[in-house]
Every structure is written in C-alpha cells, then in structure tokens.
C-alpha cells in the first residue's frame, strides 16, 4: 500500500534526516513510527501524504509513484489521506459540524449527503451531541477526537496521526489510541508518529523506528499498559 | 459537473457570509469603489449625451448661402430651383431679408427692429439641407454653389460639427484616461482588501490545503470576493450616476430651451450602466487575482 524505496530526505542547509531507507506499509496495517524529537518521524508522515518532497528515491501509493505526480495532482492524493495533527488544526471560527464537513466540501459534496457523512463521523467519535459546538468549547482530548472525525469523513483508506496524543492526559490519548484502533479494525491503514508507546495498550502494532539516519522496522507486537 | 456547480455554491455562499459578517467595512469598500467609478462614469455620461446630441445635429446637416443684395426675385428663383436639382442637396429654404429681419426683431422680443435702423442690413438667404452627413457631400455643394454669381457668402454647419466630434473624441480618450488610473486605484483598494482577507484565513487555507483542497478551490472565494465589491461597487455607481443625471435633467433642459434645442440628458441603463457593472467586476476579479499572486 504504502513503499519507501530507498527514500532520502535532508531540508536544505542541513543534515540528513534519513538516507535510502526502504519499508513497506500493507494494507490494514497498524504502524507506530517511533523516534525521537528530531528524528524525522513528522517528515516521514509529510512524505507519505505528498506535503513534502524526497530528496531521492521512490514514494509508493498504492503502487502509483507520488515523486513522479504533477504538481495539481497531489491534493487528489492527500484527499486518499486522513490526516490528524498533533495541534488539532480546527477552524476556531467554525462549529464543530462545519470543520468535519470540510473535507467534504473540497471534494464537491454538499448538502443532505454531507450533513449524512458528518454525522456518521460525529457519531463514530462520540461528538454528535455537539455538532454544534465552537472547538474552543470542546476539551482536548474532544478536540482531537473533532480532528479524527474530520480526518476519516471522507472515507480514507489511510489515517495519518502525527502525535494524536500530545499534550493529552493518559485517559484521553487512550481514548484516542482505542479511536484509531477502531478505524483499523474495519480495514482503514493507520500511520501515527508518536515518542511514547506506552500509551499503546493492547494494541496489536508494528513499528519503524528512526534513529540515525536509518529506519529500522520491528516485527508486530502487542503493546502492554 | 454537480460538484462542481456544489463547489461554485459553497464558494459564492461562503462569500455572501463573510461579507455579511463585516457588512459595515464591505459597505464602506463597495462605497468607496463606487464613488471612484463614478467620476470617470460622469464623464463617459456627458460624453454620452454631447454624442446623441451631435448624432440628431448631424441629422439636420445644413448649409446657409447668403445672397448679394439686389437680386430681383427671377435670379433668385433660378438659384432656388438650380440648387433643389442637385442630388446632394435633401430641401432648399428661401428666407428673404424681410423675413429675417422680421424673425430676429422677434427673437429679441422686438417688433419692428427696422423702425430703429436705417435700413435693412440682413442678405436674402437660402439654408439647404443636405442629403447626408458626409463631409464629401457638404464639400461637393460648397463648390458648386462658390461658382454662383448670385452667392456672396457661404456658411457650411459641417465645420464646427466636425469641431464637436473632434473635441467628443478628445473627451472620450480623457474619460478613458481618468477610468484607467481610478482603475489602478480601484485594483489597490480591493487587492488590498482581499490580501487582508487571505490573512485572516491563512489558518483556513492552510487546513485546507493539507486536506486536499486544490489551488482553485482555496482561490475560488477570494475571486468572487473581489468580484462582489467590484460589483457592489459597480452598483453604486450606477445608482450615484442615476440619481445624478435625474437631479441635472431638469436644469439642463431648461437651459437648452433657452437655445431652442430639444436637447434632454439621459442616462443609458443597459449601455453605461452595463458597462460600468462589467468593467467594475472584472477589475474587482483582476484585482483579487493579483491578491493571490503576491506571494506571503
């Protein structure tokens, strides 16, 4: 689903962040990338959802070259994407129904259809009772659960959470791990960058681990709280 | 094509909101871009009306000979029905001194302005109508009538309307001019504004561009946006140039009485005022464009 072949990446006036690493995503898979502060672990997930561009090598999705895309094409590939930021990235002037109708709106779907779809997301997430809430009203923990519902509205395929859980307390990031893992079971791939893996309870998840300019995949595994 | 048309609704009533939300400082812009649009629009309106006013004068292209004195009314009979043949000429008006002297005594209000005068001092004359507007025309029967004995001098009308149209052309290209730089006003006045807008939603557009929205799609209500208060402003101006030309009707009719000219003001709704929403919303469209072209 997802392949990195031998993918370098390095901002320009400084190190590399990661040289010719190579891994696999499948489809269904429930990925942590682990590492820490200034590993790279945001810039891996930039990677995949196109925002950023590798210095060398390959990016595939769904076995279509990213690298290789025009320019006005990558929004339809980030439109493929769910993605979740560590900082919620509401529109604070909007209620909680209109941010998760966003992405709908970009893709052209509006109306009976949209209202549907938000709800359903809403739902899933247990906000529906506050569709109609300002985000700045809304916990943390409810805001990043605003940000998943948006994040999974338009139906992915894959989820992109880069620290879903920062700044949250320990019942919250669980909730939000469990959300997650949810959207995983029903056959939705799930990336997430996170440094501490312990708020991964019983979930069964494989990483890739950044360290060194390397990437380092480990075999599954079941985390234990 | 739904999503499409969904896209271009969700844009236009994003639009309607935002600017509803701010309606006192999207007042102030539509009035200030209307007051810009108007005074180049005044011109284009005065210009307008000079224009028809020069189209019903040419319609009556006219040419007066005045005659030697002393011609007994044979000559001039012959002179009459001579001139009638000529093709270029439409009718012949023959106006004799008694009757001249007699129309002017009455134009100053005078009965018998010959009573005070030793004698007449007005020509015979005969005011011809030519058959076209053409300039070739009133030169060929100018000619023609210069070879006449009977002719002592000749006045063709086509002289200063070609005057007036020279100066109606002069008019146009300074309304013209002055529509430009009120133009590159009006695009500042709303590039700025709408470079204002991009600002306060940068959260948005960023949200929005990670989530797949494409570059049309972020620049789309920006666009219409500039579209609005060029059409808003457009529409003041319309109605300032309306009210204008309504309160100045009365006046200048009676001023063109008093020439006896049936001349009325008018302001062409479909022609300038179609013009002006045109003209005022593609700047506004232009202008928001270059907005979005600067680069943050």
Known sequence: MIAFNNVSMRYPNSAHLFRQVSFNIEKGDFVLITGQSGAGKSTLLKLMAGIEAPSGGHILINEQDISQLHQNAIPYLRRRFGLVFQDHKLLYDRNSFENVA??????????????????????????????????????????????????????????IADEPTGGLDRVASLEIMQLLKAFNDVGVTVVIAMHDVAQVSTIAYRTLHIDQQTI?????QVGML | MKNWLNQHTLAIKLVMQRLKSHW?????????????????????????????????????????????????????????????????VKEVRFVSKEDAIKQLGEQFLQKDLLADLPQNPLPDALFITLADTNPITAKSVQDILQKRAEVEELVIDSVWMERLNSMLVLGKRIALIFASLLGIAMITVI??????????????????????????????????????????????????????????????????????SNFQLVFHLVNIGGLILLASTLIGWIAAFIALTQKR
Not at chain 2, 220 to 233: A, K
């Open chain 1, 216 to 220: 380092t995949a480990m075999p599954a």
């Open chain 1, 102 to 159: 966003l992405p709908l709106s970009i893709q052209g779907i509006t109306g009976e259809e949209a209202a549907r779809r938000v709800r359903a997301a809403l739902d899933k997430v247990g906000l529906l009772n506050k569709e109609k809430a300002m985000p700045i009203t809304l916990s943390g923990g409810e805001q990043q659960r605003l940000a998943i519902a948006r994040a999974v509205v338009s139906r992915p395929s894959i989820v």
């Open chain 2, 191 to 260: 590039s700025n504004t709408v470079r204002m807008q991009v600002l306060t939603h940068e959260a948005e557009i960023e949200v929005s561009r990670l989530i797949g929205a494409t570059h049309s799609f972020i620049r789309r209500p920006f666009l219409y946006m500039g579209s609005v208060y060029g059409l808003g402003g457009g529409l003041i101006a319309v109605g300032l140039l309306f009210a204008i030309v309504w309160n100045l009707k009365q006046p200048v009719q009676l001023l063109a009485n008093n020439y006896q």
């Open chain 2, 24 to 88: 006192l400082n999207t007042l102030t812009i539509c009035l200030v871009i209307g007051i810009t649009v108007t005074l180049p629009g005044l011109l284009f309106v005065g210009v307008d009306n000079l224009q028809d006013a020069s189209r019903s004068i040419k319609q009556d292209a006219q040419m007066s000979a005045f005659l030697k004195p002393a011609l007994n009314g044979n000559v001039i009979q012959r002179l009459i029905n001579d001139v009638q043949e000529l093709p270029q």
